[in-house]
T-cell receptor
Framework: AQTVTQSQPEMSVQEAETVTLSCTYD???????LFWYKQPPSRQMILVIR??????QNATENRFSVNFQKAAKSFSLKISDSQLGDAAMYFC???????????????FGKGTHLIIQP | DTEVTQTPKHLVMGMTNKKSLKCEQH?????MYWYKQKAKKPPELMFV???????INESVPSRFSPECPNSSLLNLHLHALQPEDSALYLC???????????????FGPGTRLTVL
């Protein structure tokens, strides 16, 4: 079974600064997907960024980027120019590649609560 | 339409009641999911439907009964729940067919369930 570990229960950053959220995972698979989801207090879970293990290039979405280290099984999220609207719970998640045998659920880490200081 | 909708937003029920949660998507996704999320915890997978067939049941008690009437609709029937079942119930969907990649899951806003 896969596991996902987020070792930072809470992080705080000044507005406009950069913050990095950590995530490590464990799997015996060689190809899989990794995601970062954001859940604001309004509770809607929103996809922030995604990465396929097969692709070595780190994913980037505007101010959000990842540092994917496959050998180390590490998948950290960097948020640049932090904004007040970035305040939320951030979950790192893993899922297996679709194999044709049926969809697979997400395995989530425990989450990191990100606070943005104005 | 890139939205997953869930009704109701809030639900309060007694332990002897029968109620249902509803989830709908019109993105043509072939997989739909139910997750349970307790306060300050990550979502936990309950059920997965692939092509309208139940493919994963994570040992969920029988007082939770999922149903997928068609490819756009997913229900969760509730009966004889316990107070510890109070939680946020999230529905999600994903493409998950042979031609798709990433297969990220799109989540609905959730139903906040309180069992008295």
């Amino acid at each position: 079974a896969q596991t996902v570990t987020q070792s930072q229960p809470e992080m705080s950053v000044q507005e406009a600064e950069t913050v990095t959220l950590s995530c490590t995972y464990d799997t015996s698979e060689s190809d899989y997907y990794l995601f970062w989801y954001k859940q604001p207090p309004s509770r809607q879970m929103i996809l922030v960024i995604r990465q396929e293990a097969y692709k070595q290039q780190n994913a980037t979405e505007n101010r959000f980027s990842v540092n994917f280290q496959k050998a180390a099984k590490s998948f950290s999220l960097k948020i640049s120019d932090s904004q007040l609207g970035d305040a939320a719970m951030y979950f790192c998640a893993y899922r297996n590649v679709y194999s044709g045998g049926g969809a697979d659920g997400l395995t989530f880490g425990k989450g990191t609560h990100l606070i943005i200081q104005p | 339409d890139t939205e997953v909708t869930q009704t109701p937003k809030h639900l309060v029920m007694g332990m002897t009641n029968k109620k249902s949660l509803k989830c709908e998507q019109h993105m043509g996704h072939r997989a739909m999911y139910w997750y349970k999320q307790k306060a300050k915890k990550p979502p936990e997978l309950m059920f997965v439907y692939s092509y309208e067939k139940l493919s994963i049941n994570e040992s969920v008690p029988s007082r939770f009964s999922p149903e997928c009437p068609n490819s756009s609709l997913l229900n969760l029937h509730l009966h004889a729940l316990q107070p510890e079942d109070s939680a946020l119930y999230l529905c999600a969907s994903s493409q998950d067919d042979s031609g798709s990649s990433y297969n990220e899951q799109f989540f609905g806003p959730g139903t906040r369930l309180t069992v008295l």
